[in-house]
């Protein structure tokens, strides 16, 4: 199936559900195996930091919400890491809000310990000086993960008012100049988006030549301004997007942790990751976060990530077999 304009992408997000599942899906969930055969690949997640200094209006984590706040030093994580990389697992996200106090040199010695342990890494942690990034993937980071949102400058400028879409862009631009691969993508039908803003999404992805593309359905947090105006985003256009971008980037990553019905099961609900991958998605997530600090990172609401078992299951019953890294 080839699809490459703007009118095939807006075709295909206005498509009734059975011609979807019917002709697209399959097309991009062969596209997904000819690329990596019948893998599913999975990454360990630790999320080291849940204080952000940001307002975006969507984030369960925008500064001033009243959650629990915590934030791991390098000694706290590189045992739990080691232990990881013990069992196989060989590519590591580490990931934070925009903490920046933090302490740079910090996260540097949490990239070093990590790349010494034998992982290679893909790190998010906000918006950086460029000096930064080079340092970064001198440290041993692969690749940088930085989510646009939204592709619409007035959209983005609205709802992540602590930065600017002008600024994004130029970080994702000074993230493929020092090196690093960019991982970056959008957050599918939140209140307010257009399917021609949703389109455009798709394309930006496209433009960017991102790695990696990290995007999930719109999902309500509480004590945020946009839960009042409603949600959550609709699955299946999630589920168009995951196929449209595999069609038009065949070779990158795609996040399969996505939500199902049930979203009190969050991102482990093992249906909505088996039509993530059948859509074409292909990447699962093994949570390294202790359980006490697991609830406090929440950009969403239960975000429900699981652990290796849970990844086990899923390529079960996909048929697939699991790719650690290692």
Not at 45 to 72: E, F, H, T, V
Not at 115 to 132: H, K, V, Y
Request: contains cysteine; aromatic residues 6%.
């Amino acid at each position: 199936m080839h699809i490459q304009t703007k009118q095939e992408i807006l075709e295909v997000l206005s498509m009734p559900a059975p011609a979807f599942w019917a002709a697209v899906a399959p097309a991009a969930q062969k596209v997904c195996r000819d690329q990596f055969g019948d893998t599913l690949l999975v990454t360990a997640m630790l999320a080291y930091s849940n204080i952000c200094k940001n307002q975006c209006l969507y984030c369960g984590m925008r500064a001033g919400s009243p959650i629990p706040r915590y934030r791991m030093s390098p000694a706290e994580i590189l045992p739990l890491t080691q232990r990881a990389r013990e069992a196989g697992l060989g590519r590591m996200f580490p990931l934070s809000g925009d903490d920046g106090n933090y302490g740079f040199d910090n996260l540097l010695t949490l990239v070093e310990g990590l790349r010494t342990q034998g992982f290679s890494i893909a790190l998010g942690a906000g918006e950086l000086e460029p000096d930064q990034y080079r340092a970064l993937h001198s440290a041993g980071v692969e690749e940088y993960v930085l989510k646009f949102e939204m592709s619409h400058p007035d959209s983005f400028n609205q709802l992540n008012p602590s930065t600017t879409f002008q600024k994004r862009m130029e970080a994702a631009q000074l993230i493929k100049e020092a090196g690093m691969k960019l991982a970056s993508g959008n957050i599918v039908d939140w209140p307010g988006q257009t399917l021609d803003e949703l389109a455009d999404d798709i394309l930006l992805m496209k433009e960017l030549d991102i790695s990696w593309a990290p995007n999930i359905p719109y999902l309500p947090a509480l004590h945020t301004p946009l839960a009042s105006r409603g949600g959550p985003g609709s699955r299946l256009l999630n589920n168009k997007e995951i196929a449209l971008v595999r069609l038009l980037l065949p070779g990158i990553k795609i996040t399969a942790q996505q939500p199902g019905e049930d979203l009190t099961k969050g991102l482990a609900d093992e249906q909505g990751n088996l039509d993530a991958i059948a859509c074409g998605a292909n990447l699962l997530f093994c949570d390294l976060l202790p359980d006490a600090k697991a609830d406090a990172f929440r950009p969403i609401d239960r975000r429900n990530v699981s652990g290796l078992a849970h990844c086990q299951e899923v390529a079960r019953r996909s048929g697939l077999t699991l790719d650690l890294g290692g």
